[in-house]
């Protein structure tokens, strides 16, 4: 069977693996828990590093939802790509904080 793979011969982020809870998707893009981090990750379905900034904007505003829905920190959208340079995800990550263990849940 072909792999259907687009690109990369491994890339996590195209795997999408549900290792974690999911909190949002559609076509654009998919919005989970970041496994080392702990706080929300939007990461877009293409595998590159530049979405056109509507695009940007598009998935920011999607994370902020997120954030708003399932938690109750103050975030700022962390899109330095430390991990995985090649494919474009961002962070939502507390105000004056890096991790997201032990953060309030709000109601779900
Ligand atoms: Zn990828
Ligand atoms: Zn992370």
């Not at 491994?10 to 654009?28: G, I, N, Q």
């Not at 902020?64 to 090649?86: C, G, K, Q, S, Y």
Request: aromatic share 12%; proline share 7%; with cysteine.
């Amino acid at each position: 069977m072909p792999s259907a793979f687009p690109g990369p011969e491994h890339c996590d982020l195209c795997e999408a693996a549900r290792l974690t809870e999911w909190f949002y998707e559609d076509d654009v893009c998919w919005i989970a828990e970041c496994e080392i981090c702990a706080v929300p990750m939007v990461v877009w379905r293409v595998h590159s590093t530049s979405p056109a900034s509507d695009l940007k904007s598009y998935m920011h505003e999607k994370l902020a939802n997120v954030v708003e829905t399932h938690f109750t920190f103050e975030h700022f959208v962390d899109d330095n790509m430390r991990n995985i340079p090649d494919h474009y995800h961002a962070h939502a990550r507390p105000v004056g904080g890096f991790f997201g263990h032990g953060l309030p849940r709000g109601q779900q």
